[in-house]
């Protein structure tokens, strides 16, 4: 019974962290993580993964070349003048 | 939504030359960072960054709110980072299965609970960590390597991001959930006092 229990409620356990999961599987799953440890040790590791990622910072960007960046001003000010203007 | 490009949207709209600049640094800054995040490679986040740019300068007029740049954004920039790696090392395009992904355990024993000793701050701190989960979510195949950039790293909700991949929002939530999975495991295989919480025969 534990065995097909922890196979429904892991793949639910996503949907669960970002509480996007139907009020009735929520019951389900809270019901069976009562007795059941390491589907819970396993929900913790995983919102460890979701929080590390969240966390995550990549490399700051190198900054634009002054050619790009003065083509890429001179486009959006020609789209913003004829924005404001209009 | 990120908030960055909101903020960005009201200078670049506000037409004042030193908002504008900035508006385009910020842009510039999502962009590449979730170049380097897909693509792992500074080249092509560059280049990634730039041709999102140039094609943002000539559609501004088109985005009514920050939501709808967003999307926008993150559907050329995802574009702009495939077209890109194409001749490079992509991780093959390959099914996750959940099955597969879900801890077992020999027959018998009972489970031992340990806990999962890495916590974010080690993982954002620590240099070597941080390098592991670059290299598993570069190891994600990419259908649910964008999933999990776009859901978990930029922070999209669960629509958003539907809309940035042009799929469902059940096939969202699937491909996030297995990438996770994925990513968990990964993570848990390269810290050796890290041990999941016990293999166990399920179903």
Redesign the interface.
Same mark, same amino acid.
């Given at each position: 019974m534990a065995? @097909?229990h922890?196979?429904q409620v892991? $793949?639910m356990?996503? %949907?669960y962290l970002?509480g /996007?999961l139907p009020v009735k599987n929520c019951r389900q799953l809270e019901r069976h993580l009562k007795g059941c @440890?390491?589907?819970? #040790? !396993?929900l /913790?590791?995983?919102k460890?993964?979701? %929080? #590390?990622? @969240?966390? !995550?910072? $990549?490399?700051? $960007?190198?900054a634009?070349s002054k050619q *790009?960046?003065a #083509?890429?001003?001179a $486009? *959006? @000010?020609q *789209?913003?003048?004829? !924005?404001?203007s209009e | 939504m990120n908030s960055q490009v909101e903020q960005a949207l009201a200078n670049l709209k506000s037409g004042n030359p030193e908002d504008v600049e900035r508006a385009l640094e910020t842009l510039q800054e999502v962009v590449y960072g979730f170049g380097m995040k897909v693509c792992g490679v500074r080249e092509d986040a560059e280049d990634t960054a730039q041709e999102t740019l140039i094609r943002l300068a000539r559609q501004l007029k088109e985005f009514p709110d920050a939501r709808a740049l967003a999307v926008w954004l993150y559907k050329v920039a995802k574009t702009q980072c495939l077209m890109s790696r194409r001749k490079s090392k992509f991780a093959p395009a390959q099914m996750l299965s959940l099955d597969a992904l879900m801890p077992k355990e020999s027959a018998g024993a009972a489970p031992a609970v340990k806990s999962w000793e890495i916590t974010p701050e080690e993982i954002v701190l620590n240099k070597e960590l941080r390098s592991k989960l670059e290299d598993a979510v570069l190891a994600l195949p990419k259908p649910y390597r964008l999933v999990l950039i776009l859901r978990d790293m930029e922070q999209l909700d669960t629509r958003e991001v539907a809309e940035v991949m042009g799929i469902s929002e059940e096939t969202t939530k699937m491909r996030l959930h297995r990438a996770r999975v994925f990513l968990r495991n990964a993570l848990a295989g390269y810290v050796q006092r890290a041990q999941p919480p016990g293999r166990k025969e399920h179903g």
């Amino acid at each position: 019974m534990a065995d @097909r229990h922890c196979k429904q409620v892991f $793949a639910m356990l996503s %949907e669960y962290l970002d509480g /996007e999961l139907p009020v009735k599987n929520c019951r389900q799953l809270e019901r069976h993580l009562k007795g059941c @440890r390491p589907c819970i #040790a !396993y929900l /913790e590791s995983l919102k460890t993964t979701v %929080e #590390a990622c @969240r966390r !995550y910072k $990549a490399p700051r $960007a190198p900054a634009l070349s002054k050619q *790009v960046k003065a #083509a890429l001003l001179a $486009a *959006v @000010r020609q *789209v913003i003048s004829i !924005y404001l203007s209009e | 939504m990120n908030s960055q490009v909101e903020q960005a949207l009201a200078n670049l709209k506000s037409g004042n030359p030193e908002d504008v600049e900035r508006a385009l640094e910020t842009l510039q800054e999502v962009v590449y960072g979730f170049g380097m995040k897909v693509c792992g490679v500074r080249e092509d986040a560059e280049d990634t960054a730039q041709e999102t740019l140039i094609r943002l300068a000539r559609q501004l007029k088109e985005f009514p709110d920050a939501r709808a740049l967003a999307v926008w954004l993150y559907k050329v920039a995802k574009t702009q980072c495939l077209m890109s790696r194409r001749k490079s090392k992509f991780a093959p395009a390959q099914m996750l299965s959940l099955d597969a992904l879900m801890p077992k355990e020999s027959a018998g024993a009972a489970p031992a609970v340990k806990s999962w000793e890495i916590t974010p701050e080690e993982i954002v701190l620590n240099k070597e960590l941080r390098s592991k989960l670059e290299d598993a979510v570069l190891a994600l195949p990419k259908p649910y390597r964008l999933v999990l950039i776009l859901r978990d790293m930029e922070q999209l909700d669960t629509r958003e991001v539907a809309e940035v991949m042009g799929i469902s929002e059940e096939t969202t939530k699937m491909r996030l959930h297995r990438a996770r999975v994925f990513l968990r495991n990964a993570l848990a295989g390269y810290v050796q006092r890290a041990q999941p919480p016990g293999r166990k025969e399920h179903g």
